[in-house]
C-alpha cells in the first residue's frame, strides 16, 4: 500500500484508511474475529476483500501491479528467514550446551569406538565437543542460506514484471529484505530451489542430531550403561514396569526422515520449464511439513544435554589394556623402531 502511494496510485488518504483497516484486519486475525474460511480462495483474496468491503474503491487499487505469483513469492521468502533465524539460533544452542557439557567433563575417560568396536581410551571432552563442532557449522550453513534467501521477490509479478514504475526497492526495505531478486522470470524459477537450500540447512543439522540420538541410544542402554537420561525423556514400557526406554531419544533419531523426504518431494516437482507452472504450488506443503518438524525436535535439544547424567566408573571400567596397543605401538615408532615392525 505504502509502495502504491509513493507512485501516485494511491492518495495519501486512501493509503492512510487502507494501513489502518490492514492493523485492524490484522488484530481481527489474531482474535479469531476474521476467520479464513472457503469464502476465500486465499489469503491474498480474502485481505483483498476485506480492504474492498470496508475502503471501496481505494481497497480494490491494493492488487495493482502484483500477481498472487509474486505475493505468494514473497509470503514464502518470508517464512524461509524466519525459520532460518530461528535454526541459526538453535543451532547455537546446541553448540552451546554441547561446548559445555565438553568442559565440565573434558578429562572424564571413555572408550573410543570404531566399527562400534572399543578402539582406543577417549573422554567425554572430545565425544561432546565434536557435536559442538559439527553444530557450529549447521550454524554457519543456516546463516549463509539465509543471506542467500534474503531478497525481495515482490514487484516481479508472474514472472515477466510490469509496465509500472513500482517501489521495489522502498517495499523491500519496508519488508526487512536486504536486496532485491532482480529478474523477473528467475523469480518463478528459483521457487523450490530456495525452499531445498533451507531444507537442506535444517536436514544438515538434523543429521547430526541423529547421530547424537544414537550415541545416547547406544550409551543408555544396559550393555553400555555409560548415560543416563533426565526422566522426562523416558517412558514406561506398557508391558513391563521395570523398563524406561529412551523413547524421546529414538524419536529424534528417527525425525531426519521428515526433512530429507521434504527435500526428494520437492526435488521430484522440480522438472519444470521456465516461468511459474501450478505444479509449484505443491512445495509449500513440505516445506513447511519439513522446517517444522526439524525446528521443533531442534528445539527439545538443549534441555536434554544439560540433563544427561554420565556414569563415571562405568565408563572408566570399560577402558581396557588392549585399547592402549596403539599408545604402546606409536611410542616405539617415536623411539626409533619402524612403525611395521
Known amino acids: 500500500v505504502r509502495g502504491l502511494a509513493r507512485i501516485g496510485i494511491l492518495g495519501e488518504t486512501e493509503s492512510t484508511r487502507l494501513v489502518d483497516l490492514l492493523d485492524e484486519l490484522s488484530e481481527e486475525f489474531e482474535t479469531g474475529r476474521f476467520t479464513l474460511d472457503d469464502r476465500f480462495e486465499d489469503g491474498h483474496s480474502a485481505i483483498e476483500m476485506y480492504l474492498t468491503e470496508k475502503a471501496g474503491a481505494a481497497g480494490a487499487k491494493v492488487h495493482t501491479g502484483r500477481s498472487r505469483n509474486d505475493q505468494v513469492a514473497v509470503a514464502t521468502r518470508l517464512y524461509l528467514k524466519s525459520c532460518l533465524h530461528r535454526l ?15 568442559e565440565r567433563h573434558a578429562d572424564l575417560p571413555m572408550p573410543g569406538y570404531t566399527h562400534l568396536q572399543r578402539a582406543v581410551p577417549s573422554s567425554v571432552g572430545l565425544w561432546m565437543a565434536a557435536f559442538a563442532e559439527a553444530f557450529s557449522d549447521n550454524l554457519a550453513l543456516a546463516s549463509s ?30 519488508l526487512g529484505f536486504s536486496r532485491l531478486q532482480i529478474n523477473p522470470m528467475y523469480t518463478q524459477n528459483s521457487r523450490g530451489k530456495f525452499e531445498l537450500l ?42 513391563m514396569p521395570n523398563k524406561s526406554n529412551p523413547d524421546v531419544i529414538e524419536l529424534l533419531r528417527g525425525r531426519a526422515a521428515t526433512p530429507e523426504a521434504a527435500i526428494a ?19 509449500k506443503a513440505p516445506l513447511i511439513r519439513g522446517m517444522s518438524a526439524s525446528l521443533q525436535a531442534l528445539a527439545i535439544v538443549p534441555s536434554l544435554l544439560r540433563g ?28 626409533g623402531i619402524p612403525f611395521r615392525d
Open 145 to 174: 542460506t539465509l543471506k542467500a534467501v534474503d531478497c525481495s521477490p515482490l514487484g516481479t509479478a508472474a514472472g515477466y514484471g510490469v509496465n509500472l514504475a513500482l517501489d521495489r526497492d522502498g517495499v523491500a526495505a519496508e
Open 88 to 102: 541459526v539460533e538453535l543451532n547455537a544452542q546446541v553448540a552451546l550446551a554441547c561446548l559445555e557439557k565438553a
Open 308 to 335: 544427561l547424567r554420565f556414569k563415571q566408573q562405568n565408563m572408566l571400567d570399560a577402558i581396557t589394556p588392549e585399547m592402549f596397543a596403539t599408545d604402546l605401538a606409536l611410542e616405539q615408532a617415536a623411539a
Open 265 to 283: 518431494e520437492i526435488q521430484s516437482v522440480l522438472s519444470l520449464p521456465s516461468g511459474y507452472q501450478r505444479d509449484l504450488q505443491l512445495t
Open 198 to 239: 533451507a531444507l537442506q540447512a535444517a536436514a544438515h543439522a538434523m543429521q547430526d542430531l541423529r547421530r547424537l540420538a544414537w550415541d545416547l541410544s547406544l550409551f543408555t542402554t544396559s550393555e553400555f550403561d555409560f548415560v543416563s537420561l533426565p526422566e522426562q525423556y523416558t517412558t514406561g514400557s506398557s508391558i
